[in-house]
């Protein structure tokens, strides 16, 4: 491989480092604003979202959970490491958030480590895992 090609490969690939960071903020843009339609759109049809407790979610669940149990006050990333394996990103970081829980009002803070694995379908992509754990 060439200077040339190595240099404008490292440039496509911070490219999508930054694509994939900046669809992460728009994610949890959309979380607080109860946004489900963005959501849904960032979301592949055949995710596995693990939350912190272990609890594991498809599609479906996981927006209804969203839209009918919980508030998301905030929601932050810092530090987000993104590695590019062709079509598939997998970012790994701290996840700051706090929700509420529509039913009771009860709010919660939360501190995990989240894998996230996306996958380039077409022209976009698509969170198809995450995985949350308690730090």
Not at 30 to 42: F, I, N
Not at 73 to 92: H, K, M
Request: aromatic share 6%; charged share 30%.
């Amino acid at each position: 491989m060439n200077l040339a090609t190595r240099d404008r490969e490292n440039k496509d690939s911070i490219a999508l480092e930054q694509e994939i960071v900046a669809l992460e903020e728009t994610r949890c843009r959309a979380l607080v604003a109860g946004d489900l339609e963005a959501l849904g759109k960032l979301i592949s049809d055949d995710v596995q979202h693990i939350h912190a407790t272990g609890k594991v979610d498809d599609k479906a669940a996981y927006l209804d959970m969203v839209g009918k149990h919980i508030r998301f006050l905030e929601a932050s990333r810092q530090n987000l490491d993104v590695r590019i394996y062709g079509d598939v990103a997998i970012a790994t970081g701290r996840l700051e958030q706090t929700i509420e829980f529509k039913q009771t009002t009860e709010r919660l803070a939360m501190k995990v480590m989240t894998t996230q694995v996306w996958v380039r379908r077409a022209t976009t992509w698509e969170q198809a895992s995450f995985q949350a754990t308690n730090i």
